[in-house]
T-cell receptor, first 116, second 114 residues
Framework: AQKITQTQPGMFVQEKEAVTLDCTYDTSDQSYGLFWYKQPSSGEMIFLIYQGSYDEQNATEGRYSLNFQKARKSANLVISASQLGDSAMYFCAMREGGAGGGKLIFGQGTELSVKP | DVKVTQSSRYLVKRTGEKVFLECVQDMDHENMFWYRQDPGLGLRLIYFSYDVKMKEKGDIPEGYSVSREKKERFSLILESASTNQTSMYLC?????????????FGNGTRLTVT
């Protein structure tokens, strides 16, 4: 069965430093996609970045990049130059290629706090 | 921009009541989803729908049902609310070609059952 694991319930980072949020996944599918979402205290879920299992390059979106290690089944989110506004919950999620309706399976989340 | 609107931000209901959570999306998306979010558990899929009048069970459907009579609207129904259904409920939608398409979420409904 597919599964997403985020082992860091909480993380602290100093403003302007980089931080890595861990995500490991388990699937028997060869075709799948990995997503990261941000949820600030307001509660909205904000899509950050996507990585496909067949993508040759690691995904990047502005200050966000995804360290995709397929053999290790990990898809860690790297946030460069942290800002106070990055304080939020972060969720890793996976979609298997054959997933009906495009459903996503989510991890438990990591709460990131950025210190001034 | 995709807009997913959930009818209530906060809701307080009594045990045994029938509860309706409404969700509307404005992007003509085929797929709609209901998740519940609990601390330490992340988001868990309750039900989803990939077409009008179609529904599929997610990982935790017990105690819930859904209705999708129109493409833009997906309702979650708690037939007889219980205290263990106190949670944050998130509705989402996505386009037909799943692939890289992210889910677009509403702002959530925080339900308290007393």
């Amino acid at each position: 069965a597919q599964k997403i694991t985020q082992t860091q319930p909480g993380m602290f980072v100093q403003e302007k430093e980089a931080v890595t949020l861990d995500c490991t996944y388990d699937t028997s599918d060869q075709s799948y996609g990995l997503f990261w979402y941000k949820q600030p205290s307001s509660g909205e879920m904000i899509f950050l970045i996507y990585q496909g299992s067949y993508d040759e390059q690691n995904a990047t979106e502005g200050r966000y990049s995804l360290n995709f290690q397929k053999a290790r089944k990990s898809a860690n989110l790297v946030i460069s130059a942290s800002q106070l506004g990055d304080s939020a919950m972060y969720f890793c999620a996976m979609r298997e290629g054959g997933a009906g309706g495009g459903k996503l399976i989510f991890g438990q989340g990591t709460e990131l706090s950025v210190k001034p | 921009d995709v807009k997913v609107t959930q009818s209530s931000r906060y809701l307080v209901k009594r045990t045994g009541e029938k509860v309706f959570l409404e969700c509307v999306q404005d992007m003509d998306h085929e797929n709609m989803f209901w998740y519940r979010q609990d601390p330490g558990l992340g988001l868990r899929l309750i039900y989803f729908s990939y077409d009008v009048k179609m529904k599929e069970k997610g990982d935790i459907p017990e105690g819930y049902s859904v209705s999708r009579e129109k493409k833009e609207r997906f309702s979650l129904i708690l037939e007889s609310a219980s205290t263990n259904q106190t949670s944050m409920y998130l509705c989402a939608s996505s386009g037909g070609e799943a692939g890289r398409s992210p889910l677009h979420f509403g702002n959530g409904t925080r339900l308290t059952v007393t």
